[in-house]
């Protein structure tokens, strides 16, 4: 069973940056993709991207283009979201998922128990 744990949230100023890490529990993570997914109270759970298991593809939801970058450390088993020029709608918790299926995190069966990410003043 892989698990996976979120950590570097936080309150931070519209503007401002964060970088998320998904340290994996084994070093079988490179036979996963691994997807960052936010989710607010009272909506479903949005994928915002997601990279393959050897870090050679990214994708990312329109919202975040541009502003956040997803990259991989397999030799570290970690994986992480830059975020960058944060927004209060990027508000939310965040979680990271391992998919061992497709390349896209479209069938992630691993969750990490997320981490809250506050833009505020």
């Known amino acids: 069973q892989l698990q996976l744990v979120e950590s570097g949230g936080g309150l931070v100023q519209p503007g401002g940056s964060l970088r998320l890490s998904c340290a994996a529990s084994?070093?079988?993570?490179?036979?996963?993709?691994i997807g960052w997914f936010r989710q607010v109270p009272g909506k479903e759970r949005e994928r915002i991207s997601c990279?393959?298991?050897?870090?050679?593809?990214?994708t990312y939801e329109d919202s975040v283009k541009g502003r956040f970058t997803i990259s991989r450390d397999n030799a570290k088993n970690t994986v992480f979201l830059q975020m960058n020029s944060l927004k209060p709608e990027d508000t939310a918790v965040y979680y990271c998922?391992?998919?061992?299926?497709?390349?896209?995190?479209?069938?992630?069966?691993?969750w990490g128990q997320g981490t809250q990410v506050t833009v505020s003043l």
């Open positions: 990279i393959s298991s050897r870090g050679g593809m990214t």
């Open positions: 998922a391992g998919d061992p299926f497709t390349s896209t995190c479209s069938q992630a069966v691993h």
């Open positions: 084994r070093s079988t993570l490179n036979v996963y993709a």
